[in-house]
């Protein structure tokens, strides 16, 4: 299914406004946006997207455990 760089932002916006509306907190990395404006630009796959996104939440995740080790260890 192709969809146009218009039907590609209504689709991020409704799901950005759908976790908003639930009270969750939606991804505001500035790479991550500028993945999506990629995305919604048709120069990325939405597999692609998908990909991406999922190493930065690995990564994000990876920094926390860094800083709370850190944080543990300091305070021995």
Do not use: C
């Not at 916006?13 to 404006?37: C, H, M, Q, Y």
């Amino acid at each position: 299914m192709s969809h146009t760089a218009d039907d590609r932002r209504a689709i991020f916006d409704r799901i950005r406004t759908k976790a908003s509306n639930a009270g969750l907190k939606f991804e505001d990395d500035p790479l991550f946006l500028e993945w999506v404006e990629q995305w919604i630009a048709g120069e990325m796959e939405t597999g692609e997207l998908r990909s991406r996104y999922l190493r930065l939440v690995h990564e994000q995740e990876q920094e926390r455990k860094r800083l709370r080790q850190r944080g543990q260890t300091s305070t021995l």
